[in-house]
């Protein structure tokens, strides 16, 4: 079945300097960065609850909510309704606790795996039917440390790792950007080759 491409790329995240290099905030960072490579720039959309931005070589909206994590589809669906784009013409890019850093999983609908953000759009847009790239950070390993773990900037090395996941997700954008979301599935979700021992 051949999906459409996107109209709306939302980033999730927390506003305010003190979360801007938290794990919880991935997918701002993926939103920053590619809106520098789109060459648009994000602007305080009062209506929309949020930073937005048009690349209009792309035909596609960049979004970044500024409502905080627990209230992102009230960012998400004021912008998807007046520019009527479907649930289906929207990527969601999240930080993910079941999946270590530097891996990827780019998918359609499913379940929400307890992300507050996540939950939220559910919520306001009526469907879990929208795509969601996932941006791994790991685990802590104990679910009561969950809320400080994601609340936290990653170790060096996973930042790293992180940073390098975002880079190859971004080597994609040409794939996602037509809507060939198979082949893009396919690039994305392959584990990243080990690095030869120093």
Same mark, same amino acid.
């Given at each position: 079945?051949?999906?459409?491409? $996107?109209?709306?790329?939302?980033?999730?995240?927390? $506003? /305010?300097? %003190?979360? *801007?290099? +938290?794990?919880?905030?991935?997918?701002?960072?993926?939103?920053?960065?590619? *809106?520098? %490579?789109?060459? *648009?720039?994000?602007?305080?959309?009062?209506? &929309?609850?949020?930073?937005?931005?048009?690349?209009?070589?792309?035909? !596609?909206? @960049?979004?970044? =909510?500024? +409502? &905080?994590?627990?209230?992102? /589809?009230?960012? #998400?669906?004021?912008?998807?309704?007046?520019?009527?784009?479907? =649930?289906?013409?929207?990527? #969601? !890019?999240?930080?993910?606790?079941?999946?270590? $850093? /530097?891996?990827?999983?780019?998918?359609?609908?499913?379940?929400?795996?307890?992300?507050?953000?996540?939950?939220?759009? +559910?919520?306001?847009?009526? +469907?879990?039917?929208?795509?969601?790239?996932? #941006?791994?950070?790991?685990?802590?390993?104990?679910?009561?440390? #969950?809320?400080?773990? !994601? @609340?936290? =900037?990653?170790?060096?090395? %996973?930042?790293?790792?992180?940073?390098?996941?975002?880079?190859?997700?971004?080597?994609?954008?040409?794939?996602?950007?037509?809507?060939?979301?198979?082949?893009?599935?396919?690039? @994305?979700?392959?584990? $990243?080759?080990?690095?030869? *021992?120093?």
């Amino acid at each position: 079945m051949s999906q459409p491409a $996107p109209k709306l790329i939302v980033g999730l995240g927390n $506003p /305010g300097d %003190e979360y *801007a290099q +938290t794990r919880h905030n991935a997918g701002f960072w993926f939103c920053e960065r590619l *809106a520098r %490579e789109l060459g *648009a720039s994000f602007s305080r959309e009062a209506r &929309f609850h949020g930073l937005a931005a048009n690349a209009r070589s792309e035909g !596609v909206w @960049l979004l970044m =909510p500024q +409502t &905080f994590m627990n209230r992102s /589809g009230q960012s #998400v669906a004021a912008l998807a309704r007046f520019y009527r784009i479907a =649930p289906a013409e929207i990527l #969601v !890019v999240h930080d993910e606790l079941d999946i270590p $850093p /530097g891996q990827l999983r780019l998918k359609f609908g499913g379940g929400l795996g307890g992300h507050n953000g996540l939950k939220d759009i +559910t919520a306001h847009l009526g +469907t879990q039917d929208f795509w969601r790239l996932r #941006v791994g950070i790991g685990h802590p390993g104990d679910r009561n440390e #969950v809320v400080n773990f !994601v @609340l936290k =900037p990653p170790r060096r090395e %996973e930042a790293d790792l992180i940073d390098e996941s975002i880079d190859r997700a971004l080597g994609a954008w040409a794939l996602l950007a037509k809507g060939d979301w198979n082949a893009a599935t396919q690039r @994305l979700n392959a584990r $990243p080759a080990a690095k030869p *021992a120093a």
